[in-house]
Structure formats: C-alpha cells, structure tokens
C-alpha cells in the first residue's frame, strides 16, 4: 500500500498498443476469482488509485518494466486537475 506501479489498462482500440498508467496501490485484498501468476495460483487483488478514479487490477496487470518519463509527466497532470498534492 501507498506504493506506486506501471498499471496495464489494456489495448488502445485505434492503435491496439498497450496502455500503462502509473497508479498509486492503496489497497491490496484477496479477490472471490483465483488466476495463475508466474506460475502461482493467487486471488489477490490491488486498488489502484489513477488521479480522482480507483480500479481494481490483479497482479497480472501491473508492469515488470520501469515507469516512462511520459508515463510520469501524465500521473502529474491528472493529480494536478484532482487537486492532489
């Protein structure tokens, strides 16, 4: 909790590429659907927090790959307009 990752949103329907999103964790529970992570079984689940929304993302859907520098300058403006400091 309170750490910050490269979240996966999925594909960009115009240009199919992948959409990452820096998000703050600050929840983590145990999810009612199990999947397989790096071989494991688990059902854990982390709230995410982008600017003034949360979302729910197994953690199959966070990033093993650094935070871009683009990636950064976006978080800073959507917590900008959320009034966050």
Known sequence: VNLYVRAGLGA???????VYRMAQIVDAYTGSKKYNF???????VLKCSIG??????RIEHVSNQPITE??????????TRAGAH
């Open 12 to 18: 960009d329907p115009i240009t199919g590429q992948n």
């Open 38 to 44: 790096d071989g494991v079984e688990t059902t854990m």
């Open 52 to 57: 003034n929304s949360e979302r729910d993302l």
């Open 70 to 79: 683009e990636e950064l300058q976006q978080w800073i403006k959507l917590m």
